[in-house]
């Protein structure tokens, strides 16, 4: 069963973040990890993560920076304070709307 795109859209900055909070990534890295970790739920595209990127860039969230692996010149990712900051505040933000809905489910159960 697939996820609806504008359920997964909403938490995708938060996710992204998360990763970061663990290891600097380049974005295939993401994308495989994210994939990974969510048992193939979360199938991100290149052209949906390089904007989020971008804009956590923008939003001094993340850095860039470039590093040569295996021959070829990768842009990895790096969380700022702040961006870790932001990830505390999404991740309380997502806590208190699952929570919120798990209970709006469980009416009528």
Not at 8 to 22: A, C, D, F, P, R
Not at 29 to 44: C, P
Not at 48 to 73: A, F, M, R, W
Request: proline share 1%.
């Amino acid at each position: 069963m697939g996820i609806d795109k504008s359920l997964v859209s909403g938490s995708m900055t938060m996710l992204i973040l998360k990763l970061l909070s663990e290891k600097d990534m380049y974005g295939y890295e993401m994308i495989d990890t994210l994939r990974e970790k969510s048992q193939n739920v979360f199938e991100l595209k290149a052209g949906t993560l390089y904007p989020i990127l971008h804009s956590l860039e923008e939003n001094d969230l993340v850095t860039v920076y470039e590093q040569e692996t295996l021959g070829k010149t990768r842009k990895y990712y790096s969380i700022t304070d702040l961006g870790k900051k932001k990830l505390s505040e999404k991740a309380e933000e997502w806590d208190t709307y699952q929570k919120a809905i798990c209970e709006v489910m469980a009416l009528g159960v």
